[in-house]
């Protein structure tokens, strides 16, 4: 990746009537890098993706691609390619005819488009498919020939419009990571919508979790997990226990050694056993479920206040503890991460 900006979104913003979509939003992607847009249903997304692909116009605000003020630009000469949720494929093209497509459209040889289309059928591994309509295809083969089709014209940047959301777990899995192997070997600048948390901390560069609108947060999966900016950043990337801490005890009585304010404790920093808890950052409960994960257990504890206390540890715990049983929950103060005041 290199530090140029490749696409600057500057105060970007859509408004219907008196609903904001998207308000006055800025980022910027760096050339070689992919960026996920993530956030729940009506969060803006898929309207910021849709403004940088010339479907919508902004309201207010500006898209620079590789330099050039493309916000007025009609969306068949931007630079850009698109994968869309469904796909889009005409069906009643070949395999081969999907992915060059947009090739003949710009006007390129024959000779090229033959040449070109052929390596992009290998990249993505469509050896042999090459004459088969859309019907005759699997979800995963369908969604590769739009990547492929997409590809293909060389874009400044790939815009792709939560594309596995139409495969099964196991193959949207497999076909990200995929994905994702293509996007660094070839250097491409991508823009991602999804609302999966896991596949933007699988796949992303930096994530920008959007809420209602507006841009929350912006960092690598990392920072978004272990140093969330906001509640909501907190809540919805993983599983959080937040607690809100004032003068040693959180305000359902927990005992703890904390800096004042909002706090957010991940499941697996909280360890479970079955010793009296004693001074702070311990609290003792029953267990109200344990679900185990192949890799792991998570345990919810039900405290005496009411609250569910989330603690996620090795596999072991299911033969440790059983529901309906005691079980006391301890962490440090390293364990908890304060949010900054909103």
Not at 139 to 149: E, L
Request: proline content about 6%; aromatic content about 4%; hydrophobic content about 40%.
């Amino acid at each position: 990746m290199t530090n140029s900006a490749e696409l600057v979104l500057d105060g970007l913003a859509r408004r219907y009537g008196s609903t904001t979509a998207v308000a006055r939003m800025d980022l910027t992607v760096a050339a070689g890098e992919l960026v996920a847009l993530l956030g729940p249903s009506g969060c803006g997304k898929t309207t910021t993706l849709r403004m940088v692909a010339g479907f919508i116009e902004p309201s207010e605000g500006r898209i620079l691609l590789r330099g050039k003020d493309i916000t007025t630009m009609p969306a068949h000469q931007r630079d850009t390619g698109m994968v869309f949720q469904s796909y889009a494929l005409f069906p009643h093209l070949s395999v081969a005819e999907n992915i060059a497509f947009g090739l003949k459209r710009r006007g390129v040889a024959k000779a090229e488009i033959a040449e070109r289309v052929a390596r992009m059928v290998s990249l993505l591994q469509l050896q042999g498919l090459e004459a088969r309509l859309p019907k005759q295809l699997s979800g995963g083969q369908q969604q590769r020939v739009a990547v492929g089709r997409a590809l293909v014209i060389n874009p400044a940047v790939v815009l792709l419009d939560e594309p596995f959301s139409n495969l099964d777990a196991l193959l949207r899995e497999g076909t990200r990571i995929e994905l994702r192997r293509l996007q660094t070997e070839l250097g491409l600048t991508t823009l991602f919508v999804t609302h999966d948390q896991a596949e933007a901390m699988a796949i992303s560069d930096r994530i920008a979790v959007m809420n209602k609108g507006r841009l929350e947060q912006l960092g690598t999966p990392r920072e978004v997990y272990e140093r969330p900016a906001t509640r909501f950043v907190a809540s919805f990337i993983g599983r959080a226990n937040i607690l809100v801490s004032r003068d040693g005890r959180s305000e359902d009585g927990i005992p703890l050694d904390a800096p004042d304010g909002t706090l957010v404790l991940r499941p697996e920093r909280v360890t479970l056993d079955d010793a009296p808890a004693e001074g702070p950052n311990a609290v003792s409960g029953t267990v109200e479920l344990l679900s185990f994960l192949g890799t792991g257990t998570q345990a919810v504890l039900r405290l005496p206040g009411g609250r569910q206390l989330l603690a996620e540890g090795p596999a072991s715990l299911a033969d440790r503890f059983r529901t309906g049983g005691p079980a006391t929950a301890r962490w440090t103060r390293g364990d908890l991460v304060a949010l900054p005041p909103e």
